[in-house]
């Protein structure tokens, strides 16, 4: 138990840490927003390398502005779960929801102008919200293994879709002058 708990919580640490990451070094991660947060004028561009570069600089700049943070908090969850300190994982957990909501917010708030890069932060937040949940499962009163297990599942894949799309994005924004 402790072993699936303290893997359960470095993974959905990792989630928090997964997007200072360049796209070669490892995936991505990510979690929902809602509708759009684009004006309702403003279409988005398709395939448009300047504006993927522009939009992968976004996202890029505030994650690694996150990356100290977010470090911090997955230090955090693996000193505690290999303590099985309860109390602590459940305050961690709720830092976890904080930082994850400020993130969010703060994805929300680009200004994106790419389609793909747009698409690519609902995965992003999708992420990040799965691995909120894998946290609180993990720390359940009595954890459900087969959730868990779902949950590692879908944002492994997830992850890999990240990583895919941030490469051919990153090879696209390449040919942006």
């Known amino acids: 138990m402790k072993k699936r708990l303290l893997a359960s919580l470095c993974f959905a640490a990792m989630a928090l840490t997964a997007c200072d990451k360049k796209p070669n070094e490892a995936p ?31 996202i890029e700049t505030l ?3 996150r990356a100290k943070e977010a470090s911090a908090l997955q230090n955090k969850a693996n000193e505690a779960a290999q303590k099985s300190d309860k109390a602590s994982l ?20 680009l200004n ?22 894998l946290s609180e499962a993990s720390i359940a009163n009595t954890p459900d293994t087969k959730k868990i297990t779902e949950l590692q599942n879908r944002a492994t894949q997830l992850q890999k879709e990240l990583l895919t799309e941030m ?11």
């Open 112 to 133: 994106l102008k790419s389609s793909e890069l747009d698409a690519v932060r609902d995965k992003i937040k999708k992420s990040n919200n799965i691995g909120i949940e």
């Open 28 to 58: 991505a991660s990510s979690s929902t927003r809602p509708a759009s947060t684009q004006p309702a004028t403003a279409a988005l561009s398709s395939n448009n390398a300047a504006d993927i570069k522009n939009d992968l600089k976004q």
């Open 63 to 65: 994650s690694n502005s």
């Open 90 to 109: 459940n305050a961690i957990v709720t830092e976890m929801k904080t930082y994850i909501a400020r993130f969010n917010q703060d994805l929300d708030a």
């Open 167 to 177: 490469q051919a994005l990153q090879t696209k924004a390449k040919t942006a002058p």
